[in-house]
């Protein structure tokens, strides 16, 4: 057994296709690492996801993997469409990088997941099936959407079943990351969150990372899976989502008036990463898809 | 010297036992058929039992401690060499003052805590820190990473050792304002070179890596801290046999004390938190305590 040299480890970054959100993370989602996207459902998970997928076939030089990448989905149904219309803006606007008929869909493989021991299987035969993707575009890119979906209902509340439950989690971020370390690939989860009744106190006042507590839509939450899973993720960012009401001044003809408006207000959040300082940034999902706001 | 570790047959041993002689000081004045009588043996064994006694004898007072065992040292002696140990320190103050100084070389020391808390930082805290050279405090020693968890980012080692390289610069302008500018030398890249990287991926990769330690660390004499990253990440999968996995959890911390005590080195294990519910409440515990 010999020791890696530090100096010629370097971790590659995929890019998020935004500059804004690629600041924030300093370069992208890292390789070699499993980060995991926590959000409640609708504040934009599976668009990231999208993106990334996309974004990861872009040469290295600018920020990509120059990879294709596997798609793990767990809920029902994946979204086509979607992929579709993101891919049509992606090609437009990357289109030096492509030749004239390729789709850039064609390199995301996507794979439907329905419980945790179909992923165990599914993930025995990753393996030879990255080492045969080698001779075209190599998958460097792995997303799991969502790892919750997985468990939050094969499991009864009993001691034993949530032991088992635990072994479970350390099981598949072990692969994981083994797989991850052998093919230098990134891995991007997704999560749920669950609500936080009842006062700031026990286990509800646990805090783990940067933020005392999640906030969305007004309400209270905490990521599922609890501290098991939380001890499995090397980095974990939080996408929130809030109504705001905010004055927006109107010039009309008889002087300035201002009117209250309801703007959706979304944020990225680190939770917690071994490379990221504490840090958020505004941002917006359009239809060319997920993009920082810089203020 | 006792009877016990004479070089001589089990039943002869048993027989002077039994017959009063416990130490040998009390075969130094006996004549050998004296001691036959008393044991029932023949004299020529007899003597032979005094030749070997005389013989250890000769060899006991060449060592001028009077040691029971064999390594014993007094309790004065110890703690003459705890006080001289240096310490490794964590780069906050607080946190110095809890530890006694810093991390202890010799001993193992286990941080534990909730994810996102700072374990990992504090462990190349410890793997840059370990470097800083004699003149400033530190040990200028290298240090051994053991990474089981992939929360390794070199980026984030080398922004921690360009700060340490920082604040060695300003002690230096501080302090050293008489002496000669004694520029540092050091740079990140350097610092960086002396951390020895390990990555593992499994529990036997780990078991491998800490049995091999022994061989590696006769060859690098200068390591002077061994981090090891989420100790008992590996073993919290389902095991068949979960009294091989405590065999093997315990065996290993043995083999790192060990380490710790023969190649006078700290070693810090970092470990992960889990929840215990007892009766209605929850509590935090360090993980497979």
């Known amino acids: ?295 | 010297m006792e009877i016990w570790r004479l070089p001589i047959s089990a039943s002869q041993r048993g027989k002077l036992i039994s017959a009063g002689y416990t130490s040998l000081s009390s075969l130094s004045s006996i004549s050998s058929s004296d001691l036959a009588r008393e044991l029932k043996v023949s004299e020529s064994e007899a003597m032979n039992i005094l030749k070997v006694a005389s013989h250890s004898r000769g060899s006991e007072t060449s060592n001028a401690s009077c040691s029971i065992v064999e390594g014993a040292q007094s309790a004065w002696d110890m703690l003459h060499d705890e006080e001289s140990l240096m310490h490794i320190t964590t780069s906050s103050a607080d946190l110095d003052n809890i530890l006694g100084g810093g991390i202890r070389c010799k001993e193992v020391t286990e941080i534990g805590g909730v994810p996102g808390i700072g374990k990992t930082q504090l462990g190349i805290q410890v793997a840059v820190n370990v470097q800083i050279p004699n003149d400033f405090g530190g040990l200028g020693g290298k240090a051994i990473y053991i990474d089981t968890e992939g929360s390794f980012m070199v980026e984030r080692a080398f922004q921690i050792a360009e700060a340490c390289i920082e604040d060695m610069s300003e002690y230096n302008r501080f302090l050293r304002k008489d002496f000669q500018e004694c520029k540092i030398k050091m740079l990140p890249q350097d610092i960086l070179e002396n951390i020895f990287y390990f990555r593992i991926c499994s529990y036997t990769e780990q078991i491998a890596l800490i049995n091999y330690l022994d061989k590696f660390l006769s060859e690098h004499k200068d390591v002077k801290v061994i981090v090891v990253d989420s100790v008992t990440f590996h073993f919290r999968q389902d095991f068949d046999d979960m009294a091989l996995r405590t065999r093997v959890l315990s065996g290993m911390a043995l083999k790192l004390m060990n380490l710790a005590k023969r190649f006078s080195l700290a070693v810090v294990l970092l470990n992960q938190v889990t929840t215990k519910h007892t009766e209605a409440s929850f509590q935090l515990a360090l993980a497979l305590v």
């Open chain 1, 1 to 295: 057994m010999t020791p890696q040299s530090l100096l010629q480890l370097t971790s590659q970054k995929c890019t998020t296709g935004c500059p804004i959100l690629d600041r924030l993370l300093y370069g992208g989602i890292p390789c070699d690492s499993i980060t995991e996207i926590v959000a409640e459902s609708g504040s934009g998970k599976t668009q990231i996801c999208l993106q990334l997928s996309l974004h990861a076939q872009l040469p290295v030089s600018h920020g990509g993997l120059a990879a294709s990448s596997l798609y793990l989905h767990t809920e029902f149904p994946f979204p086509f469409r979607r992929l579709h219309q993101l891919c049509l803006s992606f090609r437009s606007s990357n289109a030096h990088h492509f030749p004239v008929n390729d789709n850039p869909c064609d390199r995301i493989f996507v794979q439907s997941v329905h419980t945790a021991d179909h992923l165990l299987e599914i993930m025995s035969k990753t393996d030879p099936f990255i080492e045969n993707s080698k001779n075209q575009v190599p998958v460097r890119l792995i997303v799991i959407d969502s790892i919750a979906a997985l468990f939050r209902s094969d499991f009864d509340n009993t001691p034993v079943e949530l032991k088992r439950r635990s072994s479970l989690f350390f099981k598949i971020s072990s692969k994981l990351k083994a797989l991850a370390k052998r093919f230098n690939l990134a891995v991007l989860v997704t999560n749920q969150v669950v609500d936080l009744v009842g006062p700031n106190e026990g286990i509800n006042g646990l805090r783990i990372g940067n933020l005392v507590c999640l906030h969305t839509s007004g309400r209270r939450v905490c990521p599922a899976l609890g501290l098991a899973w939380a001890n499995c993720v090397n980095s974990r960012l939080f996408l929130s989502r809030n109504e705001e009401v905010i004055r927006e001044e109107n010039e009309k003809s008889n002087g300035q008036s201002c009117d209250f408006v309801k703007k959706k207000m979304r944020k990225l959040y680190v939770v917690f990463a071994p490379h990221l300082p504490e840090s958020s940034c505004e941002f917006e999902i359009t239809r060319e898809g997920l993009f920082g706001v810089e203020r």
